[in-house]
């Protein structure tokens, strides 16, 4: 088993126990746009999230000169999926923006659950770190469940421990996980009406589909009429016809078609589906649950793949250890 550790204010290095250290700087804030289509509004989440992230930086700032703590945020990532080595390289750079400090905690696959709980244990009780994540999804032979529980509640930022699902589904003051929380804040920052709205929520994951359904209906956040549906439904297309809002968070491309969708919903678009693309550098491209072209031209309000949900999911995250870096759930 190898681990690396790296320490950054702003720039990352490779190599054993390496550290940088630099000033953070924000990038600019951007506004979000319209779309070409009449009536359709793209929702920027790309743009809103620059805004949200020199927003917090400001707010660092600010607290630094007053004579406060740095938020710092670590993550711990284990073996080399591609996916996940793109993400946490995505943290890494969004707490850079925002003036955090950050730690990457590197594992290789063969690492046992007994090596990550005890350093879930050593994060748990290091006080300068104010949040941390474990990024899933983790090698099948460790229970994700257990390294879930093993962590602190109180620096649980991605919203996944029990004790912050409890807390939410019942409207306490908690982290909620990063993509319900940073879709509830496109559509609050676009001013999209969600209260007695007919909301439709594609999947049922505890990552989106159950934590949003409960976020939507909660008085604070959707306060709206919601339905779950997903693989099992056998009137799903029905309740998706009848949506004012539509969040699809269902895993299977393209699954959203025009014919489901009426005239002037809002379309959310959680899906991201690496399919192959030979004329891409990558190989591969990124795509949404939503057939975009066809049902964008009946949205008011619809977000792209990639730049609508994606970028606010590292946003949030930012924002839920601004707030544990101020305490401002958990003492």
Not at 17 to 37: K, R, T, Y
Not at 108 to 137: H, K, M, W, Y
Not at 174 to 192: E, M, Q
Not at 257 to 279: F, L, N, Q
Request: proline share 5%; glycine share 10%; hydrophobic share 35%.
């Amino acid at each position: 088993m190898n681990k690396t550790e790296v320490t950054s204010h702003s720039s990352l290095e490779n190599g054993q126990g390496s550290v940088a250290s630099a000033a953070g700087h924000p990038s600019a804030a951007g506004h979000p746009s319209l779309g070409e289509g009449p009536g359709v509004g793209l929702i920027d989440g790309k743009a809103t999230a620059t805004q949200i992230k020199a927003e917090i930086a400001k707010e660092v700032k600010e607290i630094m000169a007053a004579g406060g703590k740095r938020p710092h945020l670590a993550a711990v990532l284990v073996g080399h999926d591609g996916g996940s080595e793109t993400y946490v390289k995505n943290k890494v750079l969004a707490c850079e923006q925002c003036g955090f400090k950050s730690t990457l905690i590197r594992y290789e696959a063969d690492v046992t659950e007994e090596e990550l709980l005890s350093c879930v244990s050593r994060l748990n009780l290091d006080d300068d770190i104010d949040g941390f994540i474990v990024q899933l999804p983790l090698p099948k032979h460790i229970n994700e469940q257990n390294i879930i529980e093993a962590i602190n509640y109180r620096k649980d930022v991605d919203g996944f421990h029990p004790i912050n699902v409890g807390r939410m589904a019942i409207g306490l003051p908690c982290f909620i996980s990063a993509t319900p929380l940073g879709i509830l804040t496109l559509l609050k920052r676009y001013n999209v009406e969600t209260s007695g709205k007919k909301c439709v929520i594609l999947g049922r994951s505890n990552i989106v589909g159950k934590p949003m359904a409960q976020l939507m209906l909660q008085k604070q956040y959707g306060d709206a009429t919601v339905t779950v549906c997903h693989s099992r439904s056998k009137t799903l297309k029905e309740e998706c016809r009848q949506a004012d809002i539509i969040i699809a968070a269902i895993g299977q491309p393209n699954f959203v078609t025009a014919d489901m969708v009426k005239e002037g919903a809002v379309v959310i678009d959680v899906g991201t589906t690496r399919v192959p693309d030979s004329s891409r550098k990558s190989g591969f491209r990124l795509n949404g649950d939503v057939k975009f072209d066809e049902v964008a031209p009946k949205c008011s309000y619809i977000t792209p793949v990639p730049g609508g949900v994606g970028p606010m999911t590292i946003c949030s995250l930012m924002l839920n250890t601004l707030k544990a870096g101020k305490k401002e759930y958990y003492k």
